[in-house]
């Protein structure tokens, strides 16, 4: 069983910046995908961006330039750093640790842009 425990959501004007963070109860270099999702009312949970096999780093469009993962494995720790925030980004963000064969999922975390 992975625990994972998400925090750095909040409200933010837009334009303005958050970093998420992610700790993970297990070593996070074995996960086969590891990153963020989010999901605003109404809507499925979609990707935003995520480290997938060993080198492989997949953003959504509509946040590239200005989102950034990254990861400290001596941590067992996942960021999400948001930039040039916008209204349509406010949905609850969860991180995700997968293997071949489970997901796991945490909380999730509000993020709340204001006009």
């Known amino acids: 069983q992975v625990q994972l425990v998400e925090s750095g959501g909040g409200l933010v004007q837009a334009g303005g910046s958050l970093r998420l963070s992610c700790k993970a109860s297990?070593?996070?270099?074995?996960?086969?995908?590891l990153g963020w999702y989010r999901q605003s009312p109404g809507s499925l949970r979609s990707l935003v961006a995520v480290f997938s096999g060993s080198d492989s780093t997949m953003y959504a469009d509509s946040v590239k330039g200005r989102f950034t993962i990254s990861r400290d494995s001596a941590k067992n720790m996942v960021y999400l750093q948001m930039t040039s925030l916008k209204p349509e980004d406010t949905a609850v963000y969860y991180c995700?640790?997968?293997?071949?064969?489970?997901?796991?999922w945490g909380q999730g975390t509000q993020v709340t842009v204001s006009s």
């Open positions: 995700l640790w997968a293997s071949l064969r489970f997901d796991y």
């Open positions: 297990t070593d996070i270099s074995q996960a086969n995908r």
